[in-house]
Structure formats: structure tokens, C-alpha cells
């Protein structure tokens, strides 16, 4: 139980029913306590004086400053929401969206969902009308400017995080521009980590254009954009490097962290590594050393995807008798902050998207990460009180990292994002108006596919009804693909299950040995490969009588499937407004390849020699494998299709599929010209 005045820091979520009113009272008298002697905070008048006169406000400010809960709560407080209006803030990470929203309901003391809410891809809490602070992705604020072009709900909207540069943040921004020009009385803020705000100014400074006339009266906005510098608030953090080149990193986080347990004085560790194998490979690790540890260490994973009763052990601050390590991903570099935190380990990668237009290979590759990324990360550790952060890497090495990331429109697979600038009626996607113009290849590339796949015609034109269905369901180009022609040719049930499954990381669970894996997953497994495997996995939790323990004893993650469930009901719902659903025919497994071949075909791999585990893409030649965990891992199919690769020593394939090659020319003629294959 809380006694009145020790609850610091706020935890994430205060149960009130828990708490007498006192308690309470002291609870939310502490926590507005803190909001006061927010940066942000101090800053309120400048703020919104600035975001009243200027069209565009360009917020920059450390971390854990106050940008993303205080600015909007200062908006309300000023007025901005008033008249059934609403205020947007966007992110480009689920789970950043999820758990600040959580955090602003709690600071302004109102149930979630009210008047604070959330928006992301298969989940929104949030009521219209009713909700003055809406917190969501970037993609999901793209997809409402599908159903409402100028974005006329909103008063305000703020784009978070734009150093990440995320694709949704850049072509927000893009469209934001003309929004403005058309809704003068719309005010937009783009809120940074970094200093470096050129770029954002100059592609906003619209005071040199004609003036077109408004419809409204009195006075237009000042069009040069303000820029406000939130002076920071963090604390010497001391940077050490390892002395030479470090081999194993994960091996050399866990040590490092160990240490630090045993010699350093009180705070938590927060530990950066890549991706979510890594995470809980470290947690089984540092869980297993801290049990021959005197003093308690607790590791704690912290990735996108993590079911929100693990996500709130992270943000709970610790027992004083005992130290958390906070393994993440690159979440936790600028979108969310942990209370407590004091140590940083930095392994100095993170999974970065690398597109090759000329083979058409995206892969994810755990790449170094840049200058500014790396001193972002540093900052952390001096949220609360000088701090240290142990770069796993050499000074040498950090001389040698690009000082800024790449915008991640300039190594991606563009493929959703034509079809999205389309949708959005934006018929010439090369001369768009971009924050940084992709390159050319990668655009033809995209266009080319987007043709193959029939969601455009040779005018460049969305495809009817094609097109536009494919551009109505949140899925990638590809899997509405699959799924659209699942429906056509009668096993929708299948395609449904698929794309849902598809749409989460992974449906198993993590932590196991891989040998209780693989057993595991051979039980669910056909030739046909790992999509349709997944549909057994998919009839096996639904007949369980107890899902939770099905899940355990076949090594799959519960929150995964139960998510797949709520997913696919959402799939199954946009189908039938979308006037799909046919005639079943149950238990035909070879249309279900057939339409998995239809949306992945691009994605098509030959076995290189009878006997053999490498494969080649048909188009671009590149030497693939199949990973591991594939149910067709040790059958080696001549052909096959696949949905993403993943770059780990080797590129390998995921989610692979057994086809025949005839189906590859049926399903795109121009792409795979009859005979070539
Ligand atoms: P910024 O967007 O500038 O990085 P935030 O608005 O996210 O800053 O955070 C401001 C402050 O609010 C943090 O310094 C922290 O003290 C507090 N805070 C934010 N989220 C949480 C949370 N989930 N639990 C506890 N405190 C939080
Ligand atoms: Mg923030």
C-alpha cells in the first residue's frame, strides 16, 4: 500500500479503487508536482503563444522533457479542444502510443478511452466526439486521411518523434504541408529529439508562396515556422568504450551488466540491443547469473509487441532492495522513458530496414547505429541523476559511424507506400512533395509490383475493385493480395487466418529450448509449409478448452494468438463491407497455396541443386535460405515462395510456402513471362 506522499515516481497505473481518497489525493498532488517542473512545462506560455501565431511550431527537446504528455494537455488547457474539436499526436511505434496514453489519462485523471484515448493498427480506445487527446501511429493517422482528406476533426496535430523519420512520418508531413495550406486555421507541431531542425524548417517555410485566399476571415497564421528549444534537463552521464573490439555482444551486455550489479552504486540498467531474440535471450541470461547474486537483480524485456502487463513491469519503479535491467530494442532510445534509469549499455546496433531495389531484397540486418542515435541513447542514463553509459564498442568505432541515420524512405520496399500516396490521390508519387525524395529505382520498382500484382493498371491508376479494396485493408499490398484472392477463389477462412497470424511477430513463444520448439512445431506442420502449418496451430487453440495451458505445452505465445483472434475478426468484418465473402470450399489446401502464390509470387525462390539447402530468388538471383524455424526447414521444396527475409550471417527466408511453379506465371504473366521461369 502507498502511504501518502512516498509515491515517486509516479507508477504507470495508479488503481484508485486500490487506494483510499487520501492516498489517492497525495498520488495525483505528487504527479502534477512533477508535470510542473517539466521543461515543457516551464515553457507553456512561449509554447502557446508561438503554436497561436505560427502555422507550424517545430518543437525540439530532450528526452523525458515533456514533449509528448505535457504539449497536448497544455493544448486542452489553452483551449485548443474545445467545440468538439480534437488534438492528434502521432507516433511512429505502436506501443509508444499505447503506454502514454495510458500515462496522460492517468496525469489528468480520466479512464482511458475517454477523454485521453489511442489509435493504433487493430486497436483504438478511443471515442469520437468524446476524446480531445488522441495519441496513434503515424500509419493510422494516414489511414484516416483516406475517409477525411483535410483532416477537419482535429485542431492540432503534432508530429512526435519526427527524427526517427520514420516512411509515415516523412509522407505526413508531405501531406500536412498542402493540409495547411487549405486549413489555415489548423496548427501543426513537429516535435524533435535532435537539434538539428533545418530540415524540418525549410520544407515548412511556405512565406514565400502566393498566398491563396482563405475562406476564412481575420488573420492567417505567420507561415515561417517557429522553432522552440526546451532546455533540457539531464545530468552528466560519463561514457566509457570498450578497450577493443567486441565479439559476442550480447554475451558482453550481459557480463557488463552483471558487473555493474555487483560494483556500482544504486540505479537501474537499461541494456540496447537489436531485436526481440536478442531480448530474451539476454533475459534468460541475466536471470540465470543473478540467481547465484546476493542482491536481487530482476531482468525486465522491453519491446514493440509486448503484452501490456509486461510493458507496465517496466515502467513500475523498482523496490529499493532490488535493481531492474531493462533489456530493449531501439524503442526505448526516444519514445518512451523508464523511470530510474542510470546505467545504459549500449551494444551499438539495432534492426534497420535495407532495401536493394536491383534484387528486390528488403532484409532487416542488425546494422551500427549513427552518432546521433548512439548519444541519444547515452542520454538515458541522466534522466534522473548523473549517470554512465558503456558503449560495447571502441572509440574508434564510434569515429567511424554516420552522424545521422538514413530516413527510412531511402532504404525501403516502397510498396505500401505508393499504393497509400495513391489511395490518398496522390497520382504523380515521384513528384510529391518529400522531406527527402526516395530514390527513383526504389519508386519504379514499387510501381512495377504494384502493376504484377493487378492493383494498378498500366495508366498507373488504382485497379477497380482491386485496387481499392487491397488499399482499404491494413495489411501490406501483398497479404491483401493473398487474402482478397483467398476470397475470390473460396477459401477465405484460410486466407483470414493466415493474414492475421502474419500480422503479428511471431506466434510462438519465446524463452523455450530450441529443441521443445522444434518438437512443437513439427506437430502443426505440413509440406505445404509454414503458412498453412499455421492454420493448424490456429484450429488447435481454438478447440482448446484451456487456451492459456494449450499455449504453454505447445510452446506458442498466448498474447500472440489471442491477439490473431482479434485481428482476424477485424479482417473478416472489413471483407464483408468490402462485399467479398464466397462460396467455401472447406479443407482444399492447394487453393489456399495457390493464393498465397498469388500475393507473394514476387517472392519466389528456387531450390539451386537437388540434395542442396540454398536457394535463389527468380528475380535478382539472390542466394536465400530457409530459416531455421521453418517448418520446411529440412524438407527443401524445389520451389517456393516466401514473405519477408531476414539478414543473420545469411539471408534467410520466413514464413515460407511450397508452390508449384506453374502458379507463378498464372498469377502474374508479365512479371514471370511464361517460359523465363
Ligand atoms: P518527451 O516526450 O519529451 O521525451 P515525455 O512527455 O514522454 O517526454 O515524458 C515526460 C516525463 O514524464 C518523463 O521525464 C517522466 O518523468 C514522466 N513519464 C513519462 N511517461 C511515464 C511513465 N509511463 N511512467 C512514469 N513516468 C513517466
Ligand atoms: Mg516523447
Same mark, same amino acid.
Given at each position: 500500500?502507498?502511504?501518502?506522499?512516498?509515491?515517486?515516481?509516479?507508477?504507470?497505473?495508479?488503481?484508485?479503487?486500490?487506494?483510499?481518497?487520501?492516498?489517492?489525493?497525495?498520488?495525483?498532488?505528487?504527479?502534477?508536482?512533477?508535470?510542473?517542473?517539466?521543461?515543457?512545462?516551464?515553457?507553456?506560455?512561449?509554447?502557446?503563444?508561438?503554436?497561436?501565431?505560427?502555422?507550424?511550431?517545430?518543437?525540439?527537446?530532450?528526452?523525458?522533457?515533456?514533449?509528448?504528455? +505535457? &504539449?497536448?494537455?497544455?493544448?486542452?488547457? =489553452?483551449?485548443? $479542444? /474545445?467545440?468538439? %474539436?480534437?488534438?492528434?499526436? !502521432? *507516433?511512429?511505434? +505502436? &506501443?509508444?502510443?499505447?503506454?502514454?496514453? =495510458?500515462?496522460? $489519462? /492517468?496525469?489528468? %485523471?480520466?479512464?482511458?478511452? !475517454? *477523454?485521453?484515448?489511442?489509435?493504433?493498427?487493430?486497436?483504438?480506445? =478511443?471515442?469520437?466526439?468524446?476524446?480531445?487527446?488522441?495519441?496513434?501511429?503515424?500509419?493510422?493517422?494516414?489511414?484516416?486521411?483516406?475517409?477525411?482528406?483535410?483532416?477537419?476533426?482535429?485542431?492540432?496535430?503534432?508530429?512526435?518523434?519526427?527524427?526517427?523519420?520514420?516512411?509515415?512520418?516523412?509522407?505526413?508531413?508531405?501531406?500536412?504541408?498542402?493540409?495547411?495550406?487549405?486549413?489555415?486555421?489548423?496548427?501543426?507541431?513537429?516535435?524533435?529529439?535532435?537539434?538539428?531542425?533545418?530540415?524540418?524548417?525549410?520544407?515548412?517555410?511556405?512565406?514565400?508562396?502566393?498566398?491563396?485566399?482563405?475562406?476564412?476571415?481575420?488573420?492567417?497564421?505567420?507561415?515561417?515556422?517557429?522553432?522552440?528549444?526546451?532546455?533540457?534537463?539531464?545530468?552528466?552521464?560519463?561514457?566509457?568504450?570498450?578497450?577493443?573490439?567486441?565479439?559476442?555482444?550480447?554475451?558482453?551486455?550481459?557480463?557488463?551488466?552483471?558487473?555493474?550489479?555487483?560494483?556500482?552504486?544504486?540505479?537501474?540498467?537499461?541494456?540496447?540491443?537489436?531485436?526481440?531474440?536478442?531480448?530474451?535471450?539476454?533475459?534468460?541470461?541475466?536471470?540465470?547469473?543473478?540467481?547465484?547474486?546476493?542482491?536481487?537483480?530482476?531482468?525486465?524485456?522491453?519491446?514493440?509487441?509486448?503484452?501490456?502487463?509486461?510493458?507496465?513491469?517496466?515502467?513500475?519503479?523498482?523496490?529499493?532492495?532490488?535493481?531492474?535491467?531493462?533489456?530493449?530494442?531501439?524503442?526505448?532510445?526516444?519514445?518512451?522513458?523508464?523511470?530510474?534509469?542510470?546505467?545504459?549499455?549500449?551494444?551499438?546496433?539495432?534492426?534497420?530496414?535495407?532495401?536493394?531495389?536491383?534484387?528486390?531484397?528488403?532484409?532487416?540486418?542488425?546494422?551500427?547505429?549513427?552518432?546521433?542515435?548512439?548519444?541519444?541513447?547515452?542520454?538515458?542514463?541522466?534522466?534522473?541523476?548523473?549517470?554512465?553509459?558503456?558503449?560495447?564498442?571502441?572509440?574508434?568505432?564510434?569515429?567511424?559511424?554516420?552522424?545521422?541515420?538514413?530516413?527510412?524512405?531511402?532504404?525501403?520496399?516502397?510498396?505500401?507506400?505508393?499504393?497509400?500516396?495513391?489511395?490518398?490521390?496522390?497520382?504523380?508519387?515521384?513528384?510529391?512533395?518529400?522531406?527527402?525524395?526516395?530514390?527513383?529505382?526504389?519508386?519504379?520498382?514499387?510501381?512495377?509490383?504494384?502493376?504484377?500484382?493487378?492493383?494498378?493498371?498500366?495508366?498507373?491508376?488504382?485497379?477497380?475493385?482491386?485496387?481499392?479494396?487491397?488499399?482499404?485493408?491494413?495489411?501490406?499490398?501483398?497479404?491483401?493480395?493473398?487474402?482478397?484472392?483467398?476470397?475470390?477463389?473460396?477459401?477465405?477462412?484460410?486466407?483470414?487466418?493466415?493474414?492475421?497470424?502474419?500480422?503479428?511477430?511471431?506466434?510462438?513463444?519465446?524463452?523455450?529450448?530450441?529443441?521443445?520448439?522444434?518438437?512443437?512445431?513439427?506437430?502443426?506442420?505440413?509440406?505445404?509449409?509454414?503458412?498453412?502449418?499455421?492454420?493448424?496451430?490456429?484450429?488447435?487453440?481454438?478447440?482448446?478448452?484451456?487456451?492459456?495451458?494449450?499455449?504453454?505445452?505447445?510452446?506458442?505465445?498466448?498474447?500472440?494468438?489471442?491477439?490473431?483472434?482479434?485481428?482476424?475478426?477485424?479482417?473478416?468484418?472489413?471483407?464483408?463491407?468490402?462485399?467479398?465473402?464466397?462460396?467455401?470450399?472447406?479443407?482444399?489446401?492447394?487453393?489456399?497455396?495457390?493464393?498465397?502464390?498469388?500475393?507473394?509470387?514476387?517472392?519466389?525462390?528456387?531450390?539451386?541443386?537437388?540434395?542442396?539447402?540454398?536457394?535463389?530468388?527468380?528475380?535478382?538471383?539472390?542466394?536465400?535460405?530457409?530459416?531455421?524455424?521453418?517448418?520446411?526447414?529440412?524438407?527443401?521444396?524445389?520451389?517456393?515462395?516466401?514473405?519477408?527475409?531476414?539478414?543473420?550471417?545469411?539471408?534467410?527466408?520466413?514464413?515460407?510456402?511450397?508452390?508449384?511453379?506453374?502458379?507463378?506465371?498464372?498469377?502474374?504473366?508479365?512479371?514471370?513471362?511464361?517460359?523465363?521461369?
Amino acid at each position: 500500500a502507498w502511504k501518502p506522499g512516498t509515491a515517486k515516481p509516479a507508477p504507470l497505473v495508479v488503481t484508485i479503487e486500490d487506494l483510499n481518497d487520501d492516498a489517492s489525493f497525495a498520488i495525483h498532488a505528487s504527479v502534477q508536482k512533477q508535470r510542473h517542473q517539466l521543461p515543457v512545462y516551464k515553457q507553456r506560455e512561449n509554447l502557446l503563444f508561438l503554436v497561436e501565431n505560427h502555422g507550424t511550431t517545430v518543437v525540439v527537446g530532450e528526452t523525458g522533457s515533456g514533449k509528448t504528455t +505535457q &504539449i497536448p494537455q497544455l493544448l486542452v488547457e =489553452a483551449g485548443w $479542444a /474545445e467545440g468538439g %474539436r480534437a488534438i492528434a499526436c !502521432t *507516433q511512429p511505434r +505502436q &506501443i509508444a502510443a499505447q503506454t502514454i496514453a =495510458a500515462r496522460v $489519462a /492517468e496525469e489528468m %485523471r480520466v479512464t482511458l478511452g !475517454t *477523454q485521453v484515448g489511442y489509435s493504433v493498427r487493430f486497436d483504438e480506445v =478511443a471515442t469520437r466526439g468524446v476524446t480531445k487527446i488522441k495519441y496513434m501511429t503515424d500509419g493510422v493517422l494516414l489511414r484516416e486521411m483516406m475517409t477525411d482528406p483535410l483532416l477537419s476533426i482535429y485542431s492540432v496535430i503534432m508530429v512526435d518523434e519526427a527524427h526517427e523519420r520514420s516512411i509515415a512520418t516523412d509522407i505526413l508531413l508531405g501531406l500536412l504541408k498542402k493540409i495547411i495550406r487549405r486549413r489555415p486555421e489548423l496548427r501543426l507541431i513537429v516535435a524533435s529529439a535532435t537539434m538539428d531542425t533545418t530540415a524540418f524548417r525549410d520544407f515548412f517555410n511556405t512565406s514565400g508562396e502566393k498566398l491563396q485566399t482563405s475562406s476564412l476571415g481575420g488573420s492567417l497564421p505567420n507561415r515561417t515556422p517557429a522553432v522552440l528549444f526546451v532546455e533540457g534537463r539531464t545530468h552528466s552521464v560519463l561514457v566509457h568504450y570498450s578497450d577493443e573490439p567486441v565479439k559476442d555482444y550480447l554475451q558482453a551486455a550481459v557480463s557488463t551488466a552483471i558487473s555493474i550489479h555487483k560494483i556500482e552504486g544504486p540505479g537501474d540498467i537499461l541494456v540496447f540491443l537489436t531485436g526481440l531474440d536478442d531480448v530474451n535471450a539476454a533475459v534468460q541470461m541475466i536471470s540465470e547469473e543473478a540467481e547465484k547474486l546476493p542482491r536481487a537483480l530482476v531482468a525486465l524485456p522491453l519491446y514493440a509487441g509486448l503484452p501490456a502487463s509486461d510493458q507496465e513491469l517496466v515502467f513500475r519503479p523498482s523496490l529499493s532492495s532490488r535493481r531492474k535491467v531493462v533489456l530493449a530494442t531501439n524503442i526505448a532510445e526516444t519514445s518512451v522513458t523508464i523511470p530510474g534509469i542510470v546505467y545504459v549499455i549500449d551494444s551499438g546496433f539495432s534492426k534497420q530496414k535495407f532495401y536493394n531495389p536491383i534484387t528486390n531484397v528488403e532484409a532487416l540486418v542488425a546494422a551500427p547505429v549513427s552518432q546521433a542515435s548512439a548519444e541519444q541513447r547515452a542520454g538515458r542514463a541522466g534522466r534522473e541523476r548523473p549517470g554512465k553509459c558503456f558503449r560495447l564498442y571502441t572509440e574508434e568505432t564510434f569515429a567511424t559511424m554516420r552522424p545521422q541515420g538514413v530516413p527510412e524512405i531511402q532504404k525501403s520496399n516502397l510498396l505500401s507506400t505508393v499504393l497509400q500516396l495513391k489511395a490518398l490521390g496522390i497520382d504523380n508519387v515521384m513528384q510529391f512533395d518529400w522531406l527527402a525524395p526516395p530514390p527513383a529505382e526504389c519508386m519504379v520498382r514499387a510501381l512495377e509490383l504494384l502493376y504484377a500484382l493487378g492493383i494498378m493498371d498500366e495508366y498507373a491508376k488504382l485497379t477497380s475493385p482491386l485496387g481499392y479494396q487491397v488499399s482499404e485493408l491494413p495489411l501490406d499490398p501483398m497479404s491483401a493480395k493473398m487474402l482478397l484472392t483467398a476470397v475470390e477463389i473460396g477459401c477465405q477462412k484460410e486466407g483470414l487466418t493466415i493474414a492475421a497470424v502474419m500480422s503479428v511477430q511471431t506466434i510462438w513463444a519465446s524463452g523455450r529450448e530450441r529443441k521443445e520448439m522444434d518438437e512443437a512445431r513439427a506437430q502443426f506442420g505440413v509440406a505445404e509449409g509454414d503458412m498453412v502449418s499455421y492454420l493448424n496451430v490456429y484450429e488447435g487453440y481454438l478447440r482448446a478448452k484451456n487456451q492459456r495451458q494449450w499455449c504453454y505445452e505447445n510452446c506458442v505465445n498466448y498474447h500472440a494468438m489471442a491477439k490473431v483472434v482479434k485481428v482476424r475478426f477485424q479482417l473478416s468484418r472489413l471483407l464483408l463491407q468490402l462485399g467479398g465473402i464466397k462460396q467455401q470450399h472447406d479443407g482444399d489446401v492447394k487453393l489456399v497455396t495457390k493464393a498465397i502464390t498469388a500475393g507473394f509470387f514476387s517472392n519466389a525462390a528456387r531450390l539451386e541443386a537437388e540434395g542442396g539447402n540454398t536457394y535463389r530468388s527468380l528475380r535478382g538471383n539472390q542466394e536465400l535460405f530457409i530459416h531455421p524455424s521453418s517448418v520446411l526447414f529440412r524438407a527443401s521444396p524445389k520451389w517456393v515462395v516466401f514473405q519477408s527475409i531476414i539478414f543473420l550471417e545469411r539471408h534467410y527466408i520466413w514464413n515460407v510456402t511450397a508452390i508449384d511453379p506453374a502458379w507463378l506465371s498464372e498469377s502474374a504473366p508479365h512479371f514471370y513471362q511464361l517460359g523465363r521461369v
